[in-house]
Each structure stands twice: as C-alpha cells, then as structure tokens.
Nanobody
Framework: QVQLVESGGGLVQAGGSLRLSCAAS????????MGWFRQAPGKEREFVAA????????DYADSVKGRFTISRDSAKNTVYLQMNSLKPEDTAVYYC????????????????WGQGTQVTVSS
C-alpha cells in the first residue's frame, strides 16, 4: 500500500481557485489509479475525480466537470486536483485515495486514504 498526504487546502472566495496535492510514499505509486473524494459536514463522503495509473484516462463527478482537473506526476509521486470557479457547496474535507483501477474509485472504494485537507469557499 501507499501512504498518502494531502495539502493545499484553505479558505477561498467563491469564483476562486485552489490546487490540492497528494504526495504518495512508496515505489508502487505509478501502479495505482488515484482519486479525490470530499466530505461536507453532515454529509457522506462523495467521489470527486479519478485518474488511471498511466494518467491517460479519468472520470469526474457531474458536479465538478468543467471546473476541476485531476492530474498526476509520477516523477514526484504526486496527484493534483486543480479546482477552478469554486462554489460555497464545494466546501468540504478533501481526501485522496489509491486503488488498482479507476472503477473502484468511482464506486467510492479506496485501498489507501490520506488524512484529508479542508477546503472552505466563502460566498
């Protein structure tokens, strides 16, 4: 398994942008598909985006399509989530996760999880 550490969260005004990073330890990072999830207060954790091990394919939740972009840099063992045109409803703790393929991530499953980073969007 890989160990995951998220960073880059913070407070931003509606319409602004943030880039989250998820640093992975372990030499098998490039073998894993990676995903981002979020959990708002009082709500269940939900899928946000996922990217294949090669970076050649991905998937997004409908609520973030066209605004968020997931990418990965295998040389840095890091996956990113670029978030643009942020809305107050994007406020949540964001988690990254790893799995062997994109499908399980889209279904909400992860083999490894980070501790999360808080994103707060003010109106």
């Amino acid at each position: 398994q890989v160990q995951l550490v998220e960073s880059g969260g913070g407070l931003v005004q509606a319409g602004g942008s943030l880039r989250l990073s998820c640093a992975a330890s372990g030499r098998t990072f490039s073998s894993y598909a990676m995903g981002w999830f979020r959990q708002a207060p009082g709500k269940e954790r939900e899928f946000v985006a996922a990217i294949s091990w090669s970076g050649g394919s991905g998937d997004y939740a409908d609520s973030v399509k066209g605004r968020f972009t997931i990418s990965r840099d295998s040389a840095k063992n890091t996956v990113y989530l670029q978030m643009n045109s942020l809305k107050p409803e994007d406020t949540a703790v964001y988690y990254c996760a790893a799995h062997l393929s994109v499908g399980p991530l889209v279904a909400g499953k992860g083999r490894s999880w980070g501790q999360g980073t808080q994103v707060t969007v003010s109106s």
